[in-house]
């Protein structure tokens, strides 16, 4: 197994399956499916947060093996998941619908236009958050019920949706609660 020439760096809090979307799409695959397949990665193990399989994406993108120590979805038993020391029940990380903030996006578009710069956040999967503490926005979902193969590819959802991302413009108001 050799190491790919074109790499990136894993955001701070970027889990292994963010990074791995990237990857693909910094390499030009069009989805993270066929790149896995190509390179030989276990695209459900990495999902599964199995240490073998996140060390071979390591090992493909030149980062140390515990690169994704903290930040590994780690599926404990059939309902519940370890992400570094907390457990989380399935219902309490959502892993079927892909979430984001369209201003975080515009934000990092910004700074470089390219798909893969575009880093998807790990707590905008968590169902009772439902905006962005950085814009007070409120979170897009831009694919729901994705294939099961196909879930949290981040970059090819985001590349789908990318108009719709950019006409967002959905500030949470104030309601009744809040006066
Ligand atoms: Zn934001």
New binding site residues.
């Given amino acids: 197994m050799n190491r790919l020439a074109l790499t990136l760096r894993p955001a701070a809090l970027e889990t292994p399956t963010s990074f791995l979307s990237r990857l693909a799409a910094r390499n030009g695959c069009p989805d993270k499916v066929s790149f896995c397949y190509d390179l030989g990665l276990d695209l459900i193990a990495i999902s599964n947060g199995e240490r073998s399989a996140i060390e071979d994406l390591c090992h493909f993108a030149g980062l140390p093996n515990d690169a994704f120590a903290k930040t590994a979805v780690i599926k404990t038993t059939k309902m519940s998941c370890r992400v570094g020391q907390e457990l989380f029940e399935n219902l309490t990380l959502n892993r079927v619908e892909i979430r984001v903030?369209?201003?975080?996006?515009l934000?990092q578009h910004q700074l470089s236009s390219d798909l893969w710069a575009k880093v998807h956040k790990m707590h905008w999967q968590v169902p009772q958050i439902h905006?962005?503490?950085?814009?007070?926005?409120k979170l897009l979902t831009i694919t729901a019920k994705s294939h099961h193969i196909l879930r949290f590819d981040s970059s090819s959802a985001i590349r789908s949706a990318w108009n719709e991302i950019r006409n967002a413009d959905s500030p949470l108001t104030a309601d009744s609660f809040d006066n």
Avoid: A, R, V
């Fill in positions: 903030c369209p201003k975080c996006q934000e905006s962005c503490y950085l814009h007070n926005e």
